[in-house]
């Protein structure tokens, strides 16, 4: 899987929904009804952060959940590339790149979002056949502002802006020309995670489904 294809994958992914939620589960048990919550509120594509024992077993629980489409989060290495393939992740996300994670997504199939905070970073990663890009950290390094700025002469490049999205400015960022999605935490708070409220998760998913309409 070149990274042209891979990129193709990543940009069908990144527009299913405007926003992605950015998933850390410490226990498994939640991993298949707040699956079911989201997607139940129109946010199909999850991203789950390898931040947790639980993790990988979480992907695998999620990647069973009809109309679910589970990427694994925060990957910086080829074991994490392997790891989070052999789990049932359709997608990868990373913050950065580097030429080793790269070569590993080729490897074993995965497509990948990378990441990028700079012009120079994104245009590294277009030569590469990247053209679905995660923007991060979006607002410390500079926002919706920024990241408009680099529609004119990037126009190749379509983004999804994670790192400080909120449902305040995340319609700034779903207003820009260069922008596919975001990627956000808000959907599934801690709150409701450790009570099992999955119908607040629904009814935050529903209207985070509706940014940017």
């Known amino acids: 899987m070149t990274p042209a294809v891979q990129s193709a994958a990543a ?3 990144c527009r299913l929904a405007p926003v992605v ?3 850390i589960v410490e226990d498994v048990a939640q991993a298949a009804p707040l699956a079911q919550a989201l997607v139940a509120g129109g946010l199909p594509a999850l ?8 993790a990988l077993d979480v992907i695998r ?3 069973e959940v009809d109309g679910g489409v589970v990427g694994a989060g925060t990957l910086l290495t080829p074991a994490d590339v392997k790891a989070a393939k052999d789990a049932g992740a359709h997608f ?3 913050p950065g790149a580097t ?3 790269i070569d590993a997504c080729i490897e074993y199939g995965l497509p990948l979002l990378p990441g990028a905070a700079t012009a120079s970073e994104a245009m590294f990663l277009l030569e590469q056949g990247y053209v679905m890009q995660k923007f991060f950290p979006a607002e410390a ?3 919706a502002k920024l990241l408009g700025s680099l529609a004119s002469p990037l126009p190749q490049i379509t983004f999804c802006p994670t790192g400080g999205v909120t449902p305040q400015n995340a319609t700034d960022y779903l207003a820009l020309p260069n922008v596919a999605c975001v990627g956000g935490s808000w959907v599934a708070p801690k709150s409701a995670l450790a009570t099992g409220d999955w119908a607040e998760v629904t009814r935050l998913a529903q209207a985070a489904s509706r940014l940017g309409a």
Do not use: C, D, K, Y
């Open 11 to 13: 940009l069908q992914i």
């Open 47 to 54: 991203e789950v952060t390898l931040r947790t024992p639980a």
């Open 21 to 23: 939620p950015v998933l």
């Open 61 to 63: 629980a999620m990647a």
């Open 141 to 143: 390094a500079g926002g």
């Open 92 to 94: 990868g996300v990373s």
């Open 99 to 101: 030429q080793r994670l």
